[in-house]
């Protein structure tokens, strides 16, 4: 696993409005159901699943199921994890392993897809 690769995994999921909405729902309670996230921003419930699937995904939430409901919570140790990450990538003193550069980026990019 590719701790960089993880990083962009969860910035791509984070990078859409709704999704940070959710997030930020999310983070201000313990769990949450579908129809109360549809509620909350007056979006159709196909849309929120939608988002939902995205953050499920990169693993910045979780979901389960009670018989009709869906019910999603939080991951904040992917979210808190990512962050280090920013902070390494940010900090002049950390030296954070070698970005590949040129041809080498493309096949880091796609290797790590694959």
């Not at 979780?62 to 990538?89: E, K, V, W």
Request: glycine share 6%.
């Amino acid at each position: 696993m590719n701790d960089w690769y993880e990083l962009k995994i969860v910035l791509k999921a984070l990078g859409d409005m709704a999704r940070l909405a959710i997030v930020a729902h999310l983070a201000r309670t313990e769990e949450v159901t579908v129809t109360d996230l549809t509620d909350l921003l007056g979006i159709s419930q196909p849309l929120v699943s939608w988002h939902l699937r995205k953050l499920r995904r990169a693993g910045i939430i979780s979901t389960r199921r009670a018989g009709r409901q869906s019910y999603c919570s939080l991951n904040p140790l992917r979210i808190h994890t990512c962050m280090q990450l920013l902070d390494q990538l940010l900090d002049p003193v950390s030296t954070p392993a070698m970005f590949p550069a040129g041809a080498a980026l493309l096949e880091a990019e796609v290797g790590m897809e694959e």
